[in-house]
């Protein structure tokens, strides 16, 4: 395999290793693709403060988050159905991060549970991203079970009341739960070293990828009027909804999904101990707005009474530092370490996490930061967004 230097060559061998439909799914947006482009194009026009003469040629990249502390300030972000771009693929998710001493959330949506997960990835920190259930008592049940895993943290995704318009996806026939078609199979079958290496070893393993953390009687749920509504995605989840889950959880709680001073005001008094401001790598509201425009109005509205992450759009290691500087602790990266694991497994993963590491330094060294504070407090030459 060629080398993997950049984001865009780790895109590419995730595309040649999956199916078309399974490959869009990860990599695209929604509707017309407009939040991608803007998430994009407002990181871009960000410009750092050149600083020479530093002495520095080394930069100290420690993080402290909620009490702890991280060599880094990056979170694998939560991902359904990583489990398919690799067999076990979230146990190697975790793997990765773990590896990097990072936070791995994992997806409500995954295919391998989290009790599978922390068997397969005993040392890592695990966080479970919640979609809140229709059935609440089944949701319930997901928490106590994510406790008894030894999560510590939990991100409440609130930017998906629906299902998104993802047109392509009915394009490809890829759905999920996946109902079979002409061009579905097609496509699958056009990937054989992918339908080998992860669905057959599914089937002869553990059987047919499904929703690991749906209850066994939904499981086997193959087309999709067989989805029950217990496990649907409660559409009409409010602020009541986070205070009885704060009742509920005496770890930390995120609320991922926020992109407005507003919500950010209402999530500190709903008890919560952080925030992701993200757009959901712009693949739900097309017409939201990006995070890198709204993060320093939300830091100086609730910075100091809340830890505040960021994420979408990051493919560079001065991506992160553009999120740090505008007022995020840490930030997620979702797609960048799941073209890795497409690519090269748990290696892959890993090597597109270290990537984005060593860019991060790189780019320190040239502002002439001795550690993230330092480059925080000075870092931003023009930006186009309100300075903090
Ligand atoms: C996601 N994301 C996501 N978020 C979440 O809260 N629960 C989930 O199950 C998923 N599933 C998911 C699947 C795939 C394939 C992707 C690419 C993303 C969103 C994710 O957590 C994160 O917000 C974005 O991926 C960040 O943008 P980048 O880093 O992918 O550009």
């Known amino acids: 395999m060629a080398r993997l230097l950049n984001a865009e060559d780790f895109r590419g ?9 399974l490959f869009e799914y990860i990599d695209r947006g929604t509707e017309a693709e407009l939040a991608m482009a803007d998430i994009r194009h407002s990181l871009d026009r960000i410009k750092f403060k050149q600083s020479v003469l530093s002495g520095q ?16 300030p990056l979170i694998v972000a939560p991902t359904a159905l990583a489990g398919l771009v690799s067999y ?16 791995f959330c994992v997806s409500t949506q995954s295919v391998t549970s989290i009790e599978g997960i922390r068997k397969g990835a005993p040392d890592s920190e695990l966080w479970l991203q919640l979609y ?21 943290t939990l991100v409440i995704t609130v930017d998906t009341p629906l299902s998104p318009k993802r047109e392509y996806n009915q394009h490809n026939g890829f759905s ?13 079958l056009s990937r054989p070293a992918w339908l080998g290496s ?3 070893r599914y089937s002869m393993t553990s059987g047919m990828p499904s929703y690991a953390h749906y209850p066994a009687e939904f499981k086997t749920a193959i087309t999709r009027d067989a989805v029950a509504q217990d496990v649907q995605i409660e559409s009409g989840l409010g602020w009541d909804d986070i205070a009885q889950i704060r009742d509920r959880w005496s770890g930390k709680i995120i609320i991922k999904g926020i992109l407005s001073e507003k919500d950010a005001v209402q999530s500190v008094k709903a008890g919560a101990d952080g925030i992701v401001v993200s757009a959901h ?13 709204v993060l320093p109005g939300i830091a100086a509205a609730v910075g100091e009474k809340i830890a505040i992450m960021a994420d979408s759009g990051v493919r560079r290691g001065s991506d992160v530092l553009k999120y740090l500087a505008l007022g995020s602790r840490s930030v997620l990266v979702g797609r960048l370490p ?3 694991l497409a690519a090269a497994g748990e290696e892959g993963a890993f090597d597109a996490l270290s990537m984005l590491m060593d860019e991060m330094h790189s780019n320190l060294i040239f502002a002439g930061a001795k550690n993230l504070e330092d480059f925080k407090k000075n870092a931003i030459a023009s930006s186009g967004h309100p300075q903090r």
């Open 57 to 72: 040629s080394q930069c100290d990249m420690t993080t402290e988050l909620f009490d702890r502390s991280y060599p880094t």
């Open 198 to 200: 992860v669905m057959m």
């Open 88 to 103: 076990d693929g979230e146990v190697k998710l975790a793997r990765a991060a773990s590896r990097l001493q990072i936070p």
């Open 338 to 340: 799941l073209y890795g």
């Open 13 to 21: 061998a995730a595309r040649k290793r999956l199916p078309k439909g």
């Open 176 to 188: 999920v739960p996946f109902v079979p078609s002409v061009r579905g199979v097609v496509d699958v």
């Open 281 to 293: 790598g712009g693949r739900n509201f097309d017409v939201a707005p990006a995070p890198a425009n």
């Open 132 to 152: 809140v259930w229709k059935n609440r008592e089944l949701t319930w049940q997901l928490l106590d079970r994510a406790r008894n895993a030894g999560v510590s």
